[in-house]
């Protein structure tokens, strides 16, 4: 049984803490009161001299006005915040007594851990970059189900601690991960080219949406679907489905952090840019549409169905809900409302909808879901109202005789 302690037990922090005390003896310390079955919480001290293993989760924040979930592609580009890193090795380095091994899992940009962190190290602990491909509301069933397990060393070769740490891992993985070892920017490089590309696979799909709506008898699903089984040149079936844009707290604000990093190292061209735009443009599309079916249907309010940026949480970070939304109130619509019972942000979110509405259904559960094994729908926030309009993104959704639904992305017949 390994000595694990966490600093920073957040949103992934905490849970993977917890996944770890499953098999190993786990202490966690923050800046924020945080309580956990599992794991003992405690001052930094404590954590550093009974750990062995110092993990830390800590903040990599990005500014005001950069997460993505309202237009950002015109503002000058930006890094990511280094504070908490740096306080987190700081308290490492002042308390420990004898050599630990130190493993960071904090988003940063490629370069950043050997121009800034590593030197702040004393040098007799052992060090290694290690981010997660973990997404918010499944934490703990990625953590132990990884698509591979990214390690970084000084000159990527699987040093001691590297391998170490694959030894650890091996006693909480329940899948027999691929484990990917490389130099610290490099492991910097493929956590973050790995969310990206994501954002761009989601705007490619969303622009064929796009081409649907205008050129008329195309569904999007068809042509989806059959790039998606291009497995010869293309690759996998995820996010292949067309519908909300890339969201959340980490692929746009990483998108539009990249747009500093091209900048910085004058790289001539600002490929990050052109997804970030494209996701904004392809939301201010779909908020026109709403206000066209609200129009079409005697002025209806619109309601976003869904404003955390994705269902079962209530993180409404970099949301493509309220990016939709603020070109609904662009475009002078004036009576925009959320429903959503679980998002933190309570602005412009009812409890009940009491008329006919044109709704956005911007959560599907199954599709974000179902690679874990769950499958279940997305049950409505609330009464949906006869005479109302759902907008269905996704394209799952049955019209009744009382409540019609719109395939958003299928003009087959239309
Ligand atoms: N949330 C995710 O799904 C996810 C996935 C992959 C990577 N990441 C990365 O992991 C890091 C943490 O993300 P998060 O979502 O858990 O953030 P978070 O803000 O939810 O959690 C970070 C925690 O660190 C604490 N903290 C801040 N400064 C501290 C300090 N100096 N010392 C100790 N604790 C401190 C905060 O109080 C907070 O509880 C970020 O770099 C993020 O990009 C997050």
Redesign the pocket.
Known sequence: MAKIGF????????DCAEVMAEKHQVWG????P?TSDLVKVCG?EELVNESEWIFI?????HAEGYDGSVPSSHMEPRD?GH???I??IK?VNKYANDSKKIVL????LPGTTRNKFVPLIDSKHQFCYN??????GS?KW?MAHPEMVIIGTEDGSLTGVAGKLIDLYKTIMQNDPRYEVGTWDECEAI?IFYNTFISAKVGLVNMIQDFALRIGNINVDVVTNALARSTMRIMGPKYMTAGMGDA???HP??NIALRWLAKEYDIGYDLFDTVMHAREIQAENLAKYLIKVSEENGNLPIVIHGKAYKPDVEYCIGSYSTLVGHYVTKHGHAELKYIDPLADDPTDVVDNVNCPAVFLWAHNRKITYEYTGNQADTHPYCDILPGSVIVDPWRKLESSSDVKVIHYGNTRGA
């Not at 989760?57 to 924040?61: C, G, I, L, S, Y």
Request: aromatic letters at 10%.
């Open positions: 600093i920073g037990i957040g949103k992934l922090g905490l310390y923050d800046i924020y945080r930094i989760a800590v903040p990599t924040p990511f504070d908490a890193v306080d987190a308290n899992i904090s988003t940063v981010p997660y491909l973990i997404a918010m934490v990625d956590k959340g707290a980490c604000r990483d």
